[in-house]
């Protein structure tokens, strides 16, 4: 390596360069490299600070790295946790490894840090019952749950209150049945007090016959979503909710289950005798939240109390796991620009798919106002999408950063499905925009795409203003019409007799407009005359007027979408999640290509049966035939004074006459002069 890809600290230790993303990092290989992480200058980092929490990283060992617990991840952090480990390991060459087990060979026993480690993984492997000389983070995570129990188990010896289940060893699953119908059971009863208050609204309360209807001719058993959502039962001034029989089929194995577990008597029951089961329920929900939060708050100070006989060894354990990937995403963005199938960078949430393409770089929203405020300022064409998880884990908005194919179909409210990481999917719907262009090639059409649109919306607003006035006057005729019917009806007039006179068309007053009309047609046809001469007059020219119209159109917005995707950043995304991006994070044309992969499909031989039917060639021929010959004769007629098959007049013939008889005699003296100073100018012949 050339001495132009080294630069040397201050203790003469030479760090090594690379290009990563079309900017100048350093390079992160080696053990000398992490074990000299404290000269690193800041300013060649290219992070400062990240979160701890929302990235696909272990959070425990961000958290563990967190000494401040502020939230953030510093650079004086991560040094700090490069010297830890040279005054626990032998070799950091460990960390390259990213093994989560070590063995007690590798770490230093004669430093204070290293004996820690030492003693707690042998206080650990002695509480399992393991006698060897290496542990791995799986026995540490083992002994941790252990220990958990065991203090969960003597606190509920020790502090466990006399307290009477309500339903014996039922009281979960009653408690369980009870908060599953419990809104439904109010709604009922809230009917019950309308009906006792207006007993006319008795049949508005109760499901409604044309619901019934509207699904009695499909499977009822495939619309119980449906059902559902009618009465509990037929309301009544009695209020007595039935238990059995008369409830709505889709809560009926409900209501039951809770007449079971509940040990309820009879065929129905009250709304006072529910408020009693309901306040059961509540009390002994409190009674285990209270003490569920005790018991809690004490097994975690009794684990913060442990935590020095397992906390060395599992930070170690952690970091020769995580480190080496963390300084990849932290001081370089290697991950996210190594392409390697598995590889990706610690802020990308997994993929999108939408518009027959996959979208790989996607980044978690944490702050929607944020980002909506800084993507402009990335270059990149953006989807902002809100996710809903389908197996219940929540809700999340990611951005979803578009790099290739067309974006003709986007619109906000498009729907898509998104993969995480741990190839969870979520229903995936487009919230938000960022426009920025994708290729030049895609800036080459954004021009006519947009004139199009435009032209599109333009006709559409005025057909719908045509169809407004057309309705208007009929309706407004028809009120004439009816108006004049009643006058008529009123005087004992016709109609007309009573219509205003129409006022006289006045020529004089329109024929200032007529003039200025006739001028600006005049000016547009001489335009066009001169625009025709142009091109008829090499065969070269309509290619030159072609290449004039796409530089003019499209060259401007090619032009910026080139300056644009030079400087394609992700930066300002992951500045908006609360990142300190400290170095341009480039998404150039080139890498860009590879983050979004677009549906490609193989050549079809065969016919499709519901293709739209092909006009024959020999008619499209002719078409083009005569479309030619129209523009051919158009262009003739705004070149000359005439049509082609028109006569010559016998005036013009004369003139065209004499002007080819001049145009010869001026010829003739040409060949003459030239003639006579070839003879001025001969050499004589020797004799």
């Keep these: 390596m050339s001495k132009k890809n080294k630069l040397v600290s201050k203790s003469g230790y030479e760090w090594k360069f690379g290009m990563v993303g079309g900017v100048t990092r350093v390079n992160i290989e080696t053990a000398e490299d992490i074990a000299h992480l404290y000269e690193l200058d800041q300013k060649l980092w290219t992070v400062l600070s990240c979160p701890v929490k929302g990235l696909e990283f272990d959070e425990k060992t961000l958290a563990m790295l967190d000494a401040d617990k502020d939230g953030r991840l510093r650079v004086n952090e991560v040094v700090a946790a490069a010297e830890w480990l040279k005054k626990v390991l032998k070799d950091l060459g460990y960390v390259l490894q990213g093994k989560d087990s070590i063995a007690f060979a590798d770490v230093q026993a004669d430093t204070e840090e290293g004996r820690q480690v030492i003693d707690s993984a042998r206080l650990i492997l002695k509480a399992l019952g393991l006698e060897k000389e290496e542990i791995s983070l799986a026995e540490v995570t083992e002994y941790m749950a252990v220990f958990e129990e065991k203090c969960r188990a003597e ?34 009863f809230m009917r019950c007090k309308l009906v006792q208050f207006d007993e006319e ?157 996959c979208c790989e770089l996607c980044v978690k929203v944490t702050d929607m106002g944020k980002q909506l405020a800084s993507a402009g300022l990335s270059g990149m064409y953006i989807l902002y999408c809100h996710c809903v998880s389908k197996a219940g884990l929540g809700e999340m908005d990611i951005a979803a950063v578009v790099t290739a194919g067309d974006i003709r179909n986007f619109r906000e409210g498009k729907n898509g499905v998104f993969y995480d990481r741990s190839g969870q999917d979520w229903d995936a719907t487009v919230t938000k925009i960022v426009d920025n262009p994708i290729s030049v090639g895609q800036a080459f059409w954004s021009p006519y795409r947009k004139f199009g649109n435009w032209v599109t919306d333009k006709i559409n607003k005025s057909a719908e203003e045509k169809e407004s006035k057309q309705f208007d006057d009929m309706t407004a005729k028809a009120d004439t019409a009816s108006t004049d019917l009643a006058v008529q009806a009123a005087d004992g007039k016709p109609a007309d007799a009573v219509a205003a006179p129409k006022p006289a068309f006045d020529i004089a007053k329109f024929a200032g ?80 290509a590879l983050l979004t992969s677009v549906a490609k499909y193989p050549k079809v031989v065969g016919k499709d049966p519901l293709a739209d039917k092909k006009m024959a060639w020999w008619k499209k021929c ?43 005699a001026t010829v003739a003296a040409e060949d003459i002069a030239v003639d006579e100073a070839d003879l001025g100018t001969e050499e004589p012949v020797a004799e």
């Design 155 to 188: 606190y509920t010896a020790q502090n466990a209150e006399p307290f009477e289940p309500p339903f014996g060893e039922k009281s979960d699953e009653a408690e369980a049945a009870v908060n599953a119908v419990r809104s439904k059971v109010a709604d009922y």
């Design 513 to 592: 407009i007529f003039a200025a009309i006739g001028l600006a047609v005049g000016a547009v046809g001489m335009a066009l005359a001169a625009v025709a001469k142009f091109l008829v007059s090499a065969w070269y020219n309509p290619l030159i007027a072609i290449a004039l119209v796409v530089v003019v159109v499209s060259g401007p917005s090619m032009l910026l979408a080139w300056l644009k995707l030079r400087k394609r950043n992700l930066g300002p995304v992951l500045n908006a999640n609360g990142w300190a991006i400290n170095s341009m994070v480039k998404v150039n044309t080139t890498f860009g």
């Design 201 to 357: 609204a008795t049949a508005a309360l109760d499901v409604q016959v044309e619901r019934i209807a509207a699904i009695s001719g499909s499977n009822l058993n495939d619309n119980l979503e449906e059902i559902s959502t009618y009465p509990l039962a037929r309301p009544g001034k009695e209020a007595m909710l039935p238990l059995a029989e008369g409830l709505n089929p889709a809560w009926k194995a409900a209501i039951v289950a809770v007449k079971d577990l509940a040990g309820l008597e009879g065929d129905s029951i009250g709304e006072e005798a529910w408020n009693e089961l309901l306040g059961k329920v509540d009390a002994y929900m409190a009674w285990k939240a209270a003490g569920e939060t005790a018991m809690n708050e004490a097994v975690a100070a009794r684990l913060e109390e442990h935590s020095a006989a397992f906390a060395p060894v599992e930070k170690l354990l952690r970091l020769c796991r995580d480190f080496f990937t963390l300084l990849h995403n932290y001081v370089v963005f290697k991950d996210f620009y190594n392409r390697a199938p598995g590889t990706e960078a610690v802020f990308q949430a997994g993929q999108l798919y939408i518009d027959q393409r």
């Design 622 to 664: 002719l078409i083009w035939i005569v479309v030619l010959a129209l523009l051919a004769l158009g262009v003739f007629k705004l070149t000359q004074h005439r049509w082609p098959w028109q006569p010559v007049p016998v005036v013009e013939e004369v003139e065209a006459a004499a002007e080819e008889a001049e145009a010869e």
